[in-house]
């Protein structure tokens, strides 16, 4: 997945460390894909009402998606963790990655801190 990490970091203007998750942040700044979290920020989205997920040290906000996910609520086992391997090595997930990726890319607001 490196290119995926090489495209990511690439595409994207220096991040802001430090500025978490800060809701008078985002009202200011519209482009929430310059967001770090660290994993306890991301592991308290942990259900349908705010569903975070880590895919490749990246943060995305799959809430919108959930109710849409032919998977059904199997997605929300994985809210707020590290859901690099589940979604990869999901046999469905073979036949749409391409939608797939796009779908995270479309839905990822940062990265995750170290
Ligand atoms: C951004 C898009 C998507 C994300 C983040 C996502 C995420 C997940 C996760 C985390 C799981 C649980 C995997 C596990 O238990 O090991 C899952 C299961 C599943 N997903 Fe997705 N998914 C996405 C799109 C899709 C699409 C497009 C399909 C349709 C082909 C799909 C079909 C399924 C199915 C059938 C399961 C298994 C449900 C079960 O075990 O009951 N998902 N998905």
Redo the contacts with the bound molecule.
């Keep these: 997945m490196d290119w995926c990490r090489r495209y990511f970091f690439t595409r994207r203007a220096t991040p802001q460390v430090g500025a978490v998750d800060m809701p008078e942040a985002r009202a200011v700044n519209e482009d929430v894909k310059m967001f770090r979290y660290s994993y306890a920020e991301v592991a308290r989205h942990n259900t349908a009402d705010s569903a975070w997920?880590i895919v490749d040290g990246r943060v995305?906000d799959?809430t919108s998606?959930v109710g849409s996910?032919?998977?059904?609520d199997?997605?929300l086992?994985?809210a707020g963790t590290d859901?690099t391997i589940?979604?990869r090595?999901?046999t469905?997930?073979h036949?749409?990655m391409p939608?797939?990726e796009k779908?995270?890319k479309d839905?990822t607001i940062g990265t995750v801190l170290p």
């Design positions: 997920m995305i799959v998606y996910h032919p998977g059904g199997a997605i086992n994985y859901a589940a979604i090595t999901q469905s997930h036949f749409s939608f797939i779908k995270l839905l």
